[in-house]
């Protein structure tokens, strides 16, 4: 096992445009599962491909424990990857599937044997050592792609977006699968997916990107009740958090008739310049009041989730989600009066999009 170090590492494909990784400073500690997440576009993938030596460093360096690897070859990294089409061979049952690597680099047949019977036994894949993969769900193969990488016992674990193809419920079962796994091994592991909820749920800390660059990297806790900025704030979270500005007022930000509070030290820092600041509260920090109390918001849509129900609407141009109890929820053309609590409130600097803190 190893610690992970990119140190203003760089990615540029076409020097007319932007770098796809922009000075990417990031430490994975020994035995941590990182996850980076992000929108399509924004990195996280060529992160990856960079650290695998998949992808060329333009500028900088990436370090898997006290080694520099910038230039070394993939297999010379003592890393093994997961990708996210499997990349099983067809004509090979799942044990000689699990034992390719191995056998490539001469290890004997015994001691294959015993490597790919342990990782199977772990995986729940023992009874299927002699199929080959067309005879196995989405869910076994891509068990499978993880056995081949475990028997190998590499310093380090990459997965680019290894449950993309599975439905909804395969892809919950597996996550927290591979997770736990994760943690029985205590092997460094670099995760990518575009899907924030399985972000939050399976890494010890999660990085944001955004074009390249790296927003904030943080438990999962911390990014979502202290996020470093508005776009961090807009990303993480199901339903995001709400955003609206307004003008900087004499008691807060004045949002169409309402004045939503914020401490003045706070607020003049975020609307200096501009007179304007951004607030952010989550969906289950509004509350209903009386009509004329608080932010009015016409209802669009209602999501009923069972216990709970998500209502979404419009306050003025911004568009804004309240979470209630189902049996509460009004009906779409309705208009609802919320507040968000006080001391759920975010604030932001409309310009940079910096959270004020």
Same mark, same amino acid.
């Given at each position: 096992m190893a610690s992970i170090s990119f140190a203003g590492a760089t990615r540029v494909y076409d020097r007319a445009h932007a770098p796809a990784v922009d000075r990417l400073d990031l430490d994975v500690a020994d035995?941590?599962?990182l996850v980076l997440v992000g929108p399509s576009g924004c990195g996280k993938s060529t992160s990856l491909r960079m650290l695998a030596g998949l992808e060329e460093v333009d500028e900088g360096a990436i370090r898997i424990g006290d080694r520099d690897v910038t230039d070394l070859p993939p297999k010379d990294?003592?890393?093994a990857m997961v990708f996210q089409n499997y990349a099983l061979y067809p004509h090979m049952t799942v044990a000689e599937n699990m034992g390719f690597a191995l056998r490539l680099a001469k290890v004997s047949k015994a001691e294959i044997t015993r490597r790919v019977t342990e990782a199977a036994t772990v995986l729940d894949l023992a009874a299927h050592l002699d199929r080959r993969p067309k005879a196995l769900s989405g869910g076994q193969r891509q068990r499978v792609a993880m056995g081949r990488a475990i028997v190998r016992s590499p310093q380090v674990f990459l997965m680019d977006e290894p449950l993309s193809n599975l439905d909804a419920k395969l892809r919950v079962q597996t996550r927290t699968q591979i997770a736990a796994l994760q943690r029985r091994l205590g092997t460094t592991t670099v995760y990518v997916t575009h899907d924030q909820v399985e972000a939050m749920t399976m890494g010890d800390r999660v990085?944001?990107?955004?074009?390249?660059?790296l927003q904030q990297c943080a438990p999962p806790g911390e990014l979502y009740d202290r996020p470093a900025n508005?776009?961090?704030?807009g990303f993480i979270g199901s339903p995001a958090m709400n955003l609206v500005t307004g003008d900087a007022v004499d008691g807060g930000v004045r949002v169409g008739t309402t004045v939503l509070p914020v401490p003045r030290a706070r607020l003049d820092r975020a609307?200096?310049?501009? !007179?304007?600041?951004? =607030?952010?509260? &989550?969906?289950e920090s509004l509350v209903v009041g009386a009509a004329g109390d608080?932010?009015?918001?016409a209802v669009t849509l209602v999501e009923q989730l069972g216990s709970d129900a998500y209502v979404h609407g419009?306050? !003025?141009?911004?568009? =804004?989600?309240? &979470?209630?109890a189902s049996r509460e929820a009004p009906a779409v053309g309705d208009t609802v009066w919320v507040a968000p609590r006080a001391d759920a409130l975010h604030?932001?600097?409309p310009t940079t999009g910096t959270r004020v803190a």
């Open positions: 035995g941590e599962f990294r003592d890393i990085a944001v990107l955004k074009d390249g660059v508005a776009f961090v704030a609307a200096a310049g501009t !007179g304007r600041a951004t =607030v952010g509260f &989550r969906p608080g932010l009015p918001v419009t306050c !003025g141009d911004d568009a =804004v989600v309240l &979470r209630t604030v932001f600097d």
